[in-house]
């Protein structure tokens, strides 16, 4: 179990648990991945991209309850990577050609690896996600 305090700061919250037990290998002991659940960050997930070296995330609780973001992360940690669209505004390409987030044409709707916001929700936009980590080709019915 972490025992170290909280910090606002996710880049700083995640180095942190990453050398809380001295070593990757001290801490995962068992798993393969580990993902710190928090209260509280200055946002909902990060984790290392493609890391089979630090293979470790965070998510907020609130996150992870309500913004698939737990899966989110734990599909950056094994390569999974956002959509074009988001990296090319991140001004980078993905970690691999393929396994990205999907923006659904027609729809608001995207995988949950994808940025693009279309609804406005408290002065901020939201799409809605799918339960898909990542699709290259997808039809929808219309139905949940």
């Known amino acids: 179990m972490y025992g170290g305090e909280e910090d606002f700061d996710a880049g700083t919250m995640l180095g942190n648990f990453r050398t809380s037990k001295g070593t ?5 002991g068992s798993a ?5 659940l928090t209260s509280t960050s200055s946002v909902g997930g990060i984790a290392y991209l493609n890391s089979v070296g630090w293979p470790v995330g965070m998510a907020t609780k609130w996150a ?34 393929y396994g990205v987030g999907y ?23 939201f799409r809605e996600y799918c339960r898909l980590l990542a699709a290259t080709q997808l039809v929808t019915t219309g139905k949940p």
């Open 24 to 28: 990757v290998s001290e801490l995962l």
């Open 32 to 36: 393969d991945i580990t993902v710190l």
């Open 64 to 97: 992870a309850e309500t913004r698939y973001v737990f899966g989110h992360e734990v599909a950056h940690i094994f390569g999974a990577d956002h959509n074009k669209e988001q990296l090319a505004y991140e001004e980078r390409g993905p970690a691999h050609t």
């Open 103 to 125: 923006l659904i044409p027609g729809t608001s709707k995207t995988t949950i690896l994808a940025y693009g916001w279309v609804q406005k929700r408290n002065n901020r936009s």
